[in-house]
C-alpha cells in the first residue's frame, strides 16, 4: 500500500498576482522537463460560483472592490526533488502554499509496519521543514505572514480498525515530546481525521482503477484547496498588519477569505468541497476571529464610494456587514502603520517601563515586530549609531514615539521624507487619533522632543490595541530570540 506523506505551509503576499487561466478548467498546457503547471480547478469552481452570485463575468484574473470573485483562482506547480515532490500554489489574491511530499511502501494487514512508518516519519517531516523554512526564509516571509505547519497524510485504503493514539502519532510528526492534540473524524468519500496539526485520509477504493485514482485526486485538490484557505483565515485574522494593505487587505478580509462568503460560493450542501471545509473551519476557530474583526472593522484606506461598493458584494453573497467607525476616516498605508507603531509601544510601555534594559528591549520588541523576515533592517533599527535604542534612551520619559523615532521604525518599510511623516502625524492629530505633547532630552542639543500618544476614544483603536497586544505577546512566547 502507498501511502504519502505531506507537510506544508501557508504563506500571504499582500499583493495581488496575476493568473493565466484556462475557463475551461483543464489543465495547462505550459510543461517544462521537471515542471508540471495546472490550474486549481476548484478555484475556477469557486471564482465562477461567485461571479454567478454577483451577477458578473469572470474578466481578468486579478479581483477589484468591483468584482472579487478572480481571487479564488490559482494555478499548482510540481517539481521533482529526488524522491519528493514539491508543491507550490500560488493563488491571484496572495495567498501561497508550499507541500513537500513522499510516497511509501507499507503493507495494510500489519500493525508492525504502521507503527514504523509513525516512527521514520518525525524524521522525513523535519527534512521538510527545514526545506521549507529555508524557502520562506530566502523569500523573506516573516513568521506573522505565514501558517503553521500542516500535515497530511493519505492512505489508499480504508486501515480498519486503526488505534487514535497511531492517527495522533501520524497527524502530529513535529510534536515529539508534546502531547498531541485531539482529533475529529469526518466523513466524506472517505474517513478523515483532523486536528489543528493536519489531516490523515483514508480513501475509499472504486471497483475501476481509473475512476478511483480520478476520486483520489478529486479529494486531494479539494483538501489542499480548503487547507490553504483555512490557514490563510487564521493567519490573516490574528494579524493586525494584514489588514492596512489597502485593497488587498479589503477584498481578502471581506471577500474572499470572509467564511460566510465561502459558505455560499462553495455550495454548504455541495460535498465535494463545502462540506470539508467547514470541517477544517472548525478547528481553527476562525469564524469567531472573523466575527472579532468585522464587529471591530475600520475602514482607514478606503473611501466611501468604494465601501458602498464592497456593502452591495456582501449583501448580494449574503454576508454580514462590516461595522464601520462613526465616522469614516481614510487614511494611508503609512499613517495606519504609525498608529500600529504607537498602540505596541503603548503596551510595551506597560511590559518593560523601570527596567534598566527598558530602551534595548522596547526597541528590540517593535523592531521585531515590524521587520521580521528582513534581517538588514531589523539590524540596522535595533543596533548602531542613530538606532531606535540610542533614540529612546536619549529623554527622560519613555511613552510615546517621536517624530525621529517613529521615521526610524517605519521608514524603511514605508518609504517617505521627515516631512512627510511630520505631515502624517499632523493629520492624525487633527482627526484625534494621535495627541502630542513635549518632554525632557537629556545630553546635547534640543531641551525638549515632542511625542506622540494614541487616543483611544473609538472601539476601532481599542481593538487595535488590543490585537497588537496579543501579536506581541506571541511574538515573545514564539521562536525569535530577543533576549
Known amino acids: 500500500m502507498r501511502v504519502t506523506l505531506t507537510l506544508g505551509k ?53 479581483p477589484t472592490v468591483e468584482n472579487p470573485c478572480p481571487g ?6 510540481r517539481k521533482v526533488l529526488k524522491d519528493a515532490i514539491w508543491e507550490e500554489r500560488i493563488y491571484s489574491s496572495g495567498l501561497r502554499s508550499i507541500r513537500l511530499s513522499k510516497v511509501v511502501e507499507v503493507s495494510p494487514g500489519l500493525s508492525s509496519d504502521l507503527y514504523r ?17 529555508d524557502e520562506l526564509k530566502r523569500r523573506e516571509i516573516p513568521n506573522i505572514r505565514a501558517s503553521r505547519f500542516f500535515t497530511e497524510v493519505y492512505f489508499p485504503a480504508s486501515v480498519e480498525d486503526m488505534p487514535l493514539d497511531l492517527v495522533k502519532e501520524l497527524i502530529s510528526p513535529l510534536k515529539l515530546k508534546m502531547r498531541k492534540p485531539d482529533v475529529l473524524e469526518h466523513r466524506l468519500y472517505d474517513t478523515i481525521f483532523s486536528s489543528v496539526d493536519g489531516v490523515l485520509v483514508m480513501m475509499s477504493l472504486g471497483r475501476s482503477r481509473q475512476v478511483n485514482k480520478k476520486v483520489r485526486k478529486r479529494v486531494r485538490g479539494m483538501l489542499r484547496m480548503g487547507i490553504d484557505l483555512v490557514l490563510a483565515q487564521k493567519v490573516f485574522y490574528t494579524s493586525s498588519s494584514l489588514w492596512f494593505h489597502g485593497e488587498w487587505s ?13 459558505r455560499n460560493v462553495t455550495g454548504w450542501r455541495d460535498a465535494t468541497f463545502g462540506s470539508t471545509y467547514s470541517h477544517l473551519l472548525r478547528n481553527f476557530d ?6 472579532r474583526y468585522i464587529e471591530g472593522f475600520w475602514l482607514p484606506t478606503l473611501d466611501l464610494k468604494k465601501a458602498v461598493r464592497i456593502s452591495v458584494n456582501l449583501f448580494k453573497l449574503g454576508a454580514s456587514q462590516p461595522n464601520v467607525d462613526d465616522v469614516l476616516v481614510t487614511l ?10 504607537l498602540a505596541a509601544k503603548e503596551f510595551l510601555d506597560g511590559k518593560f517601563m523601570g527596567r534598566s534594559d527598558y530602551a534595548k ?3 528590540e520588541v517593535l523592531c521585531l515586530y515590524f521587520h521580521q523576515g528582513n534581517s538588514s533592517s531589523l539590524r540596522n533599527c535595533v543596533r548602531g549609531r542613530g538606532s531606535l535604542a540610542e533614540k529612546l534612551e536619549a529623554r527622560e520619559e519613555r511613552e510615546g514615539l ?34 502630542s505633547r513635549r518632554v525632557r532630552r537629556r545630553g546635547k542639543g534640543s531641551r525638549t522632543v515632542r511625542i506622540y500618544e494614541l487616543v483611544a476614544l473609538r472601539r476601532s483603536l481599542m481593538l487595535l490595541l488590543d490585537q497588537v497586544r496579543k501579536e506581541i505577546m506571541l511574538l515573545l512566547e514564539g521562536d525569535l530570540d530577543i533576549r
Open 286 to 291: 476562525v469564524e469567531r476571529r472573523f466575527r
Open 72 to 77: 479564488f483562482l490559482g494555478r499548482k506547480v
Open 361 to 363: 528591549r522596547v526597541a
Open 117 to 133: 512508518l509513525a516512527s521514520e516519519w518525525p524524521d522525513l517531516a523535519g527534512e521538510f521543514k527545514g526545506a521549507i523554512n
Open 332 to 341: 494611508e498605508e503609512r499613517e495606519c502603520a504609525i498608529l500600529q507603531a
Open 10 to 62: 501557508v504563506y500571504l503576499e499582500p499583493e495581488f498576482v496575476p493568473i493565466l487561466h484556462n475557463r475551461s478548467g483543464s489543465d495547462d498546457v505550459r510543461r517544462a522537463e521537471w515542471d508540471e503547471e495546472y490550474v486549481i480547478r476548484e478555484g475556477v469552481k469557486l471564482a465562477t460560483n461567485c461571479s454567478t452570485f454577483l451577477g458578473r463575468e469572470l474578466r481578468g484574473s486579478v
Open 250 to 262: 479589503l477584498i481578502n478580509g471581506l471577500m474572499i477569505l470572509n467564511p460566510e462568503v465561502l
Open 402 to 435: 517621536s517624530l525621529p523615532e517613529i521615521v526610524t521604525l517605519l521608514s524603511p518599510i514605508y518609504r517617505g521624507e521627515r516631512a512627510e511623516y511630520e505631515d502624517d502625524l499632523g493629520k492624525l492629530t487633527r482627526l484625534n487619533l494621535v495627541r
